[in-house]
DNA sequence: GCAAAAGTGTTTTACTTACACCCATGT
DNA sequence: ACATGGGTGTAAGTAAAACACTTTTGC
């Protein structure tokens, strides 16, 4: 006796006990934000899925039983990157109904923002990961280009009034990189003195009384951000806005 | 030959294919805020479960197979209101591996707004649907509390930046009504003068030319918001701010 | 000495805050 | 006429925006 698929998938479906009628897939999709020479990169991959195949895809797994949604995302990082403790956020869960080839996926989007040069790439499980420029990135599989743009638009928001865009720059940077971080994502222009005063007056920088090596101009000096200064300081009514 | 239960759920397990073992019970849980004489509500019910019975409940229900995770939401709020097109924000996911007694359950939290005075309380499938006073909340079942402290927490924030408060007030309403749900909600203190400055210079509102009835003093004007005028503006850089 | 980017203050303008009295209605 | 909340403007202070030149380094 033999029978086909989608009658096994009947017999399998009165099997399970009423509870887990509603059970679905669930995962996570990462958009890891990068940073460098005046770019902002997000990790992607090559998608290895049927009506998708070789366009770029963002990061994700199924979240096991055993873990949170955000223990799910911190495994990726750290799979992806070589690092823990990386900025994490959740965005927005995505459930189109047919978003995904394989049948029901619901998916909860995380960005998280790495120093590109702190990162181990592990071209693991023979897929290849790559930095790729955002502005470079027309369209994605599944709804992917979809969760992209929201989690930039999630980091842009974050930007102007938390301290985030450090995670994105080296321990020690300088004003102009910075600023210019700044201008990349927001695509916005900034005055310098402007800029630097708001910075000083906020009080959240340290210099480290160190120079830039190896330019070709007058180095600039190098700072490193505050973290304990500004963790004490707002929650007293201090209030980060750039 | 009889099988008891874990070996029957062994079998089970052991049937179902691969992509199936990641699945897990997805439902959403709903804020419903409501606004009622100065006081911040939220829609509860009695909870029935076990280590919880009797504390407060928010209400929410199993993701369905045919439905988004927006789409489950709204038809808990067509269940409760009676209502469609109720204002309705995704917030974040709760997912610690014991936070349901039943096993594991990952939940998507949403908050929305409603006019208590619209709502037509469906006292529905024997559970006592009621309005209870956010500051009267100390604990709720589950993770609920901490459910509502996010979803308030999330309310403040948008209450400044979008023009949301209206959803809280019936269609026309007062000034001194529009300041006193900023007061009750942020927990500020606001000046009257400089408040109604601000909503004239950013010109959302219509007058509606008519008078509070039934007040035993002057009555005051009434005013509907202007969601067209707001809506063509918001794309041309102004930002709603309060 | 010149190219290239770093660094630095002042003035103007817009926004925010603080504040007190008269007005319209019901009783 | 009085009690109750509705309604209005101005002045001072603070934050944002606009703007140009000097300094340091490598080549």
Chains 1, 2 share one sequence.
């Not at 059970?23 to 020479?37: A, E, H, P």
């Not at 996926?105 to 930095?131: E, P, R």
């Not at 200064?229 to 929650?235: I, L, Q």
Request: with cysteine; proline share 2%.
């Amino acid at each position: 006796m033999s029978i086909n698929m989608s009658e096994k998938n009947e017999i399998i479906k009165a099997l399970i006990p009423l509870e887990e009628k509603h059970k679905t897939n669930l995962t996570v999709d990462c958009v890891i934000f990068g940073y460098d020479q005046g770019d902002l990169k997000v990790l992607t991959i090559e998608c290895d899925m049927d009506p998708f195949l070789g366009m770029y895809s963002l990061i994700g797994d199924f979240v096991k039983e055993t873990e949170t949604t955000n223990q799910a995302a911190k495994r990726i990082l750290k799979f992806c990157t070589g690092n823990d403790d990386i900025f994490l956020e959740e965005v927005q869960s995505f459930s189109e109904i047919n978003r995904h080839p394989y049948g029901r996926v619901i998916t909860i989007a995380y960005y998280s923002l790495v120093q590109i040069g702190k990162t181990k790439m592990t071209d693991n499980a023979g897929k290849h990961l790559q930095w790729t420029s955002v502005n470079n990135i027309k369209e994605m599989a599944f709804d992917h280009k979809q969760i992209l743009d929201l989690c930039l638009f999630s980091l842009r928001r974050s930007l102007r009034d938390s301290p985030i865009g450090f995670e994105l720059l080296p321990k020690k940077f300088s004003l102009k990189q910075l600023q210019t971080l700044y201008e990349v994502v927001l695509d916005i222009e900034l005055d310098k003195r402007n800029f630097r005063r708001k910075l000083r007056t906020m009080d959240i920088l340290i210099d480290v009384d160190e120079l830039q090596q190896e330019v070709s101009h007058r180095p600039a000096k190098l700072y490193k951000f505050n973290v304990k200064y500004y963790e004490s300081k707002k929650y007293n009514g201090f209030k980060f806005d750039l």
